[in-house]
């Protein structure tokens, strides 16, 4: 456990108890990065979030494959973050705007997630639905791209979140 960044924590987490599969390597996008594989990841929850430790990283979004294809749609409350939740969406080839997952967007913090401390995603039992607490990070994309990926994967490992492959997109911290 790295005490890199131990300070405050918001907490998002994924109620997705089952898990879901290892997160592959990136797939045909036209990326030449090489993610570190991670493997099956362990009990999807506890996401922390610390606020101002990490670079405002643009995401590069190309799209990863992954295992099966799931759609969602926005319910009116995520109007205003519409945008940044879709490119967030895009960090995943197979999933789809249109119906399946009710993504809805709050600005309190969740709390029936399962998880203890300021919890600002949920996605409930891998795609019942998800709830996002926008106004909590300058990373929305991020953080639904992170929701979203609890479709199929739990956590990859501590540390901050990034575009820079679907592991890490999958890690349990969204510093900034
Ligand atoms: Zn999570």
Redesign the pocket.
């Given at each position: 456990m790295k005490s890199t960044v131990s300070r405050v924590a918001l907490l998002?987490?994924?109620v997705a108890a089952t898990v879901l599969g290892s997160i592959p390597a990136a797939s045909a996008a036209p990326t030449p990065d090489q993610p570190t594989a991670v493997q099956a990841a362990p009990a999807?929850?506890?996401?922390r979030f610390v606020p101002g430790k990490g670079q405002a990283v643009p995401p590069k979004i190309t799209g990863w494959d992954v295992p099966t294809a799931r759609q969602y749609y926005l319910t009116a409350s995520c109007n205003q973050w519409a945008g940044e939740i879709r490119q967030g969406a895009t960090a995943w080839n197979q999933l789809s705007e249109g119906g399946g997952t009710p993504v809805s967007c709050q600005t309190t913090y969740i709390t029936d997630c399962g998880a203890t401390g300021a919890i600002i995603?949920c996605?409930y039992n891998a795609g019942d639905r998800i709830t996002l607490v926008p106004t909590a990070t300058g990373q929305v994309a991020l953080l639904a791209a992170?929701?979203f990926?609890?479709d199929w994967y739990?956590?990859s490992g501590d540390g901050c979140a990034s575009w820079a492959s679907p592991a890490d997109v999958?890690r349990?911290t969204i510093c900034g």
């Open positions: 998002f987490a994924a999807p929850d506890g996401v995603g996605n992170h929701e990926g609890h739990g956590h999958m349990t």
